[in-house]
């Protein structure tokens, strides 16, 4: 009987895990920023609420900026291929 030895890279497996998690992080990000586009579209935000909203999409689209670039993980490593769904995350 020969055995098998599964080779794990701690170090690769935690880029992957890093990966994973900024890839939930930036779809959750961009789910936002259409919901928040929809309202301010839609008038349900005072001019006050909209600059606000501005504000924050900006900061955490930086921050996303910035945790990729920390962590060596390009944008587009994020989005990932569903196969036959095509990718994850839409192309802005």
Not at 16 to 34: A, Y
Not at 76 to 90: V, Y
Request: hydrophobic share 35%; proline share 3%; glycine share 6%.
């Amino acid at each position: 009987m020969t055995s098998s030895r599964v080779d794990l890279d701690s170090e690769k497996m935690g880029r992957d895990l890093v990966t994973l998690v900024l890839t939930v992080v930036e779809l959750l990000r961009q789910l936002m920023e259409r919901q928040a586009l929809r309202r301010i579209d839609q008038g349900d935000l005072t001019d006050e609420q909209t600059d606000e909203i501005g504000t924050t999409l900006m900061m955490l689209d930086q921050r996303m900026a910035e945790l990729c670039e920390q962590h060596g993980v390009r944008p587009e490593d994020l989005n990932l291929d569903l196969g036959p769904l095509g990718s994850l995350l839409p192309r802005d």
